[in-house]
């Protein structure tokens, strides 16, 4: 196996790994070694089940269930469900039709077009997520993904903004972040209900492993991110929008541009991620996304929330 960089300052690829099997712990000291070095790991032709997915996610972590609320009954068009511990980010619904441009699940879904990290307004921070691209587009038509390094965006701020961002506490909020994202029109109770989740806090400034040596300081400032405890709306809006402006420049971008089978993994803690706008809905895109808590067990965030007395059962 190799790992070779794909980008000046993170993200490298995997080559030669097969994922197939249960993964050894030669695989997996090597991928948790990657992925502490360089944030984003991407394997081609990783042609897998969701199942072989799953079991090789768990070998990093536990899985953050999709949340899914009692009453949530399926609607027609609404995306796809796959097995239980899946994620799906594709734009097929569930009778395995594309979902039209201006569907409220597509709209709903173009709130992963802002950079952001998976799960922030999660009380229990992610550790990664791993997206299977099992039905992709022409290279052409978009859909691409593209990711941040949020630790050398942290690196090259000015001293005087490292300290007067020391401390602080983000405020996280989904529905907020979704219309930042550019959710248009109210969002009505009956979404409220089906996705309460209320915001919570996350470090503005944090590391992968600790204050040691390897823990290098990143932003947290996702989409999801929408102001700083304790200050003013605008006030915290603005520092939030200034952080996320700084960590999106070119320079820290990496681009993937999807493969059938590939299987990218990316670090929530330390890098951002944004979908690309497919150019045209005629073409299908069916992305499964596994996602691994921090720490913790195996639960969802509205689980998790209704455990920790934030949410209502
Ligand atoms: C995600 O934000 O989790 C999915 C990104 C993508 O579909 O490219």
Redesign the pocket.
């Known amino acids: 196996m190799e790992v070779r960089p794909l980008h000046p300052v993170f993200a490298a690829e995997l080559i030669g790994a097969d994922l197939t099997n249960a993964p050894d712990s030669a695989l997996v000291d090597l991928v948790e070694q990657a992925m502490a070095q360089y944030g984003v790991l991407a394997i081609r032709g990783a042609e897998i089940t969701d199942e072989q997915q799953k079991a090789f996610s768990r070998a990093f972590g536990p899985l953050e269930i999709p949340s899914r609320a009692k009453d949530a009954a399926p609607r027609p068009q609404g995306r796809r469900v796959i097995t239980p511990g899946i994620?799906y980010?594709?734009n097929l619904d569930h009778n395995g039709e594309i979902i039209p441009y201006g569907d409220d699940a597509a709209k709903l879904?173009k709130g992963?077009e802002r950079f952001?990290t998976?799960s922030s307004f999660h009380l229990m921070p992610t550790k990664w997520?791993l997206?299977h691209g099992v039905e992709t587009p022409p290279p052409s038509a978009g859909?691409?993904?593209?990711f941040t390094d949020a630790r050398a965006a942290y690196d090259d701020l000015p001293q005087a903004m490292k300290d007067r961002i020391e401390g602080l506490i983000g405020v996280h909020d989904f529905w907020e972040g979704r219309r930042r994202a550019g959710l248009q029109g109210e969002i009505t109770p009956q979404e409220k209900r089906i996705i309460p989740f209320p915001e919570v806090e996350h470090p503005l400034v944090r590391s992968v492993n600790g204050s040691g040596p390897n823990g290098r300081k990143c932003l947290y400032v996702g989409g999801h991110c929408i102001g700083i405890k304790g200050w003013g709306e605008a006030e915290g809006r603005e520092l939030v929008e200034e952080l996320y402006a700084h960590a999106t420049q070119e320079k820290y971008i990496y681009r993937?541009q999807?493969k059938r089978w590939d299987l990218v993994i990316w670090d929530n803690r330390c890098t951002m991620?944004?979908?690309?706008p497919l150019l045209s809905d005629a073409y299908r895109?069916d992305?499964r996304?596994t996602?691994i808590n921090e720490s913790g067990p195996e639960t969802s965030a509205l689980e998790w929330m209704i455990r920790q007395g934030l949410i209502a059962a």
């Open positions: 994620f980010a594709g879904a992963a952001h998976d997520s997206l859909g691409d993904t593209w993937h999807w991620h944004a979908a690309t895109r992305m996304r996602t």
